[in-house]
């Protein structure tokens, strides 16, 4: 019974910041139809990032989101205005996936090339602490991730419903010719947008240098699972994202019990494939995911 | 931009006898080589190059024919080696008929797997065709009992031990260049046929191949059966050269991304475009390698490479460099031949320069984004 508990507290923990990760590539998807899949290598430089800075000042590994997310966020605008937008736009949603693969192995190559391959941890006084609810064991590390993925999409759900950005962002993702129509700027918003996108990587990495072990190629490793992620909630919706994120951070976690770490793994792409048999456009997608 | 078929009705008699020309001096080339070659090492590589030929020119059945981009052959050629080596291994069948066996295995399996991945477009197919290397990764890493694991699995040599290794390589090199001759010859069967016709137009546009009357699924399907097929038969022939399989090797998706770079960078829509692109990658992937291979440095040199085919020559390098000529050549004032792609781009252009000037809207652009 202890060990169900458990997994779901782990299995919520976990999606919380699988959800977090999601809606950055649902982000992206929205604004331009990019399937970004350096997500996760920018995810491991934001943790590499946090890792450097911790290691070689002594400070608190989250006091590094101060110069990442801004760095990010004009990485990410950077990144829509001088590259994705030269794309071609009727091979645009292709040629965007080999684009941001190139820049995920361009990535991988300088993380190796700069820190070497070796396995590296940031070390945390509170690394190891952990207090306990109704029987379950709860990692300090592990609930401060939550707690900034939480925050983090909370912003980020005040941000698109509350403000005027968000309102020209979302009119941007629904109908862009209508929202040129009533005077919005799309290109800068897109950029605005794809930087955003970026921006809840660097949280997501840093959250994640707390309680793992980092190496270049690690981006591999989370690519699948959030690829999986984005396909079953419906390509460009967060909020399937993010439902999505959670059932599966759960079910994963729940499959560790009897199956293992590694076959457990299998439960993503399982979802995945299933996804598409029954329901190709995603259980959030609306018709727009239909045609990706 | 064209293939062999678009030119054909107007080709002469001249130019048909300068591509047949041209075929000779290219198969004297392949044929000559290994005895060109001043040391094994340079012949292995001439091997490697071939081997990534195979695989390249397998991809272009699906990727140049019907435009879906799958970053994830190399589950099939993965698959077609491990089939080759554990059918040799448990059943010590014929070394040759494993691997036409463990094709027609990959094949078989390919068809639900297309059933799956081909009923979404674009963006989806590529996450799926990237999902399901991971998880044969994750599946060949952990079924350690049937597949060797992380250790590796070592595959019995084809040819007797009195074969060294010099004539091992020569003789791969020429059986690697046999099955890209039927690949090639198959290749350029489809392109000059009705089906090929229809995964053209599939290619062009989905929707209205489909009004037409092009049995858009069944068509997909088959090219992508026939494109398993052959790129197991590369992993397999590879498997028996190398001896050697690694589940990270072998499911990596850095191998699927070599066949994309090297068929965009060569040139999707024409025969030997894959080829080129396999000699000039497949080179700058050794010498990289050889040069890099402690670091990851060679990584960033493949990503940046791969960026800039995408970026500025996504329709091959001899269209990249024709046109490029053409900018310094006085404009022609007959008609000029051009592609509806051509087309819409000037169009685009236009409509970009006015947007420019006015900051208002450009609908042409969006239009196309928002219908794909």
Known sequence: MSLLLQSIVLGVLLGGLYALLAAGLTLYFGVMRVVMIAHSAFLILAAYLAWYFTTSTGLDPLLSLVVTVPLFFGIGVLMQRLLLSRLRPATLTMMSVLLTFSIALVIEGMLGFVFTGTQRRIRLDYGAASFEVFGANVAVVKLIAFALAAVSLLGLYVLLKKTQFGQALRATIQHPEAARLVGINTDRVAGYGFGLGLATAAIGGTALALDSTIYPSLHWHWIGPLMAIIVVGGLGSIPGAAIAALVLGLGQSLLQIPLGTTWAQTFFYAALFLTLMVRPQGFFGGRLAQRF | ?372
């Open chain 2, 1 to 372: 931009m064209r293939s062999a078929s678009d030119t054909a009705p107007t080709t002469g008699r001249g130019l048909l006898l300068a591509r047949l020309a041209g075929l000779v001096v290219l198969a004297a080339l392949v044929l000559s080589f290994p005895s060109l070659a001043p040391d094994p090492f340079i012949l292995s590589v001439g091997v490697v190059i071939m081997s990534y030929a195979v695989l390249a020119t397998s991809w272009n059945f699906v990727g140049g024919f019907t435009g879906y981009i799958s970053l994830g052959h190399a589950s099939y050629s993965g698959l077609g080696g491990y089939a080759t080596g554990l059918l040799v291994i448990h059943t010590g069948v014929n070394p040759w008929l494993a691997m036409l066996a463990g094709g027609l295995v990959v094949a078989a399996l390919a068809v639900p797997i297309g059933i799956a991945s081909l009923r979404v477009r674009g963006a989806s197919f590529v996450i799926v065709s990237i999902a399901l290397v991971l998880i044969l990764l994750l599946v060949f890493q952990s079924w350690g009992s049937f597949t060797g694991g992380s250790n590796g699995l070592r595959i019995p040599r084809p040819f007797d031990p009195s074969v060294l290794r010099p004539e091992q390589h020569e003789r791969f090199f020429y059986l690697h260049a046999a099955l890209l001759a039927v690949a090639l010859l198959t290749w350029w069967a489809i392109d000059r046929s009705r089906f090929g016709m229809g995964l053209k137009a599939i290619r062009e546009d989905e929707d209205k191949a489909q009004s037409l009357g092009v049995p858009t699924f069944r068509y997909k399907l088959v090219a992508f059966v026939v494109s398993a097929f052959f790129t197991a038969l590369g992993g397999g022939l590879y498997a028996l050269w190398f001896g050697f399989l690694d589940p990270i090797f072998q499911f990596s998706i850095l191998v699927g991304s070599y066949m994309v770079l090297m068929s965009l960078l060569g040139g999707i829509r024409s025969l030997f475009g894959p080829l080129l692109g396999a000699v000039i990658v497949g080179y700058a992937v050794e010498y990289f390698k050889n040069q890099y291979g402690d670091t990851q440095f060679h990584l960033v040199a493949m990503g940046l490479l791969l960026a800039v085919v995408v970026l500025f020559m996504p329709d091959g390098i001899i269209p990249a460099i024709s046109q490029l000529v053409a900018r310094f050549r006085p404009q022609a004032a007959s008609i000029r031949e051009m592609t509806q792609a051509d087309l819409a781009q000037q169009r685009r252009g236009a409509a970009e320069e006015t947007d420019d000037t006015t900051d208002g809207a450009s609908p042409s652009r969006e239009n196309e984004g928002a219908h794909r």
